[in-house]
């Protein structure tokens, strides 16, 4: 079984209040004003870390220019969590066997973790798998697929990285509800998970043992959330069904996952969840049976930071190792939901 030995997250420079991107949303649409301050108050959102100042987001342009800023920006801060990685905890890269990585914010061709292999000694032989598309999902997904390949490596280390600059796709000519929820919901950051197979010399300095992973895709879902690529951009889809799909779907598949490996939601201590947004996390109280303690820094990872893809659940994940005193062998859950509709599950263990 993989272990889990820490996780580094950044976020982009220009840390803005809320009130103050509400107070241009409001300029830019003044005839969506009410609604700009409706889902703005409601998305329990307080600050986000934008990629450019908030002054320059009109003039972001096409497609391609926005992508340029997300190159630059993505490598920034996937260098400084790598160099606060290794300080953290003395990995060698050269040890390191396979980088999965996943983003669903931008594009780049060679994809981001080669271009971090130019500027860290990286062993040449490292295995790549980027990982485009999943969104959300992308921060258990990308940690359920470097578990089974270490699961069977017990000997090799590898990195996930998630880079997510959401608001770099804020469309403002777009004045539809999902825009606007999307304007007033998401935000920009990085993060780098290191995992060892449980014959490495780091293993011994885990946090956390992957216990299973498992995915679960509901069909006829496709317009439930991602992206409509137009020349602007990346045009977003969302859909109000998300809570009702956590309801009448994720619940079920918690169920049968947490039983196909011998345990059940009584036995579960901590939660580890993608914030989604706040009627997100409600109907994941409900579903689990849980109280919103047990999703305190899912909770408090949307208020500080907004929701920042696949990245929000690692920050989640750091956030309980840096701050909860866990136990060892208490059980835990981690969860993401994400386009296709689809929903991904780890089970983990305090070691």
């Known amino acids: 079984m993989a272990k889990i030995i820490a996780v580094q997250t950044n976020f982009p420079e220009h840390r803005t209040a809320q009130e103050e991107i509400k107070s241009l949303l409001s300029e830019i649409w003044p005839d969506k004003k009410k609604l700009v301050e409706k889902f703005s108050a409601s998305s329990s959102v307080n600050y986000r870390d934008l990629t450019i100042p908030l002054s320059d987001y009109q003039d972001l342009g096409d497609i391609g220019s926005r992508n340029l800023v997300w190159q630059e920006i993505a490598l920034k801060l996937q260098e400084k969590n790598l160099k606060q990685l290794i300080e953290k905890t003395s990995i060698d890269l050269k040890s390191i066997t396979q980088i999965v990585s996943t983003t669903v914010t ?149 169920d049968d996952f947490l039983r196909n490996n011998d345990t059940n939601l009584d036995q579960i201590d901590f939660m580890i969840s993608h914030p989604g947004g706040p009627k997100v996390l409600d109907a994941l109280v409900e579903v689990t049976n849980k109280t919103a303690e047990h999703f305190k820094y899912s909770y408090d990872s949307l208020k500080a930071h907004g929701n920042m893809s696949s990245v929000s659940v690692l920050h989640v994940m750091q956030e309980t190792i840096e701050k909860e005193n866990i136990a060892k062998n208490k059980m835990g859950l981690m969860l993401a939901m994400g386009p296709a509709f689809c929903s991904e599950l780890a089970l983990i263990k305090k070691v």
């Open 106 to 254: 931008g594009l780049s061709i060679p994809t981001l973790e080669a271009k971090l292999m130019n500027k860290f000694s990286f062993a040449e032989n490292v295995k790549r798998v980027p990982l485009f598309g999943i969104g959300c999902l992308g921060g258990v997904a990308g940690l359920n697929r470097l578990n089974d390949y270490l699961e069977h490596r017990p000997k090799e280390a590898g990195l996930l990285l998630a880079t997510e600059l959401c608001t770099l796709t804020f469309q403002f000519g777009d004045q539809s509800v999902a825009n606007l929820v999307g304007t007033s919901l998401f935000g920009d950051g990085a993060a780098v998970l290191l995992m060892v197979g449980d014959e490495h010399p780091l293993a011994k300095n885990a946090q956390f043992e992957v216990i299973k992973g498992e995915s679960f895709f509901y069909p006829d879902t496709e317009r439930v959330m991602g992206w409509d690529v137009v020349s602007s951009g990346f045009q977003i889809v969302l859909s109000g069904d998300v809570p009702q799909i956590v309801k009448t779907k994720v619940s079920k598949n918690v």
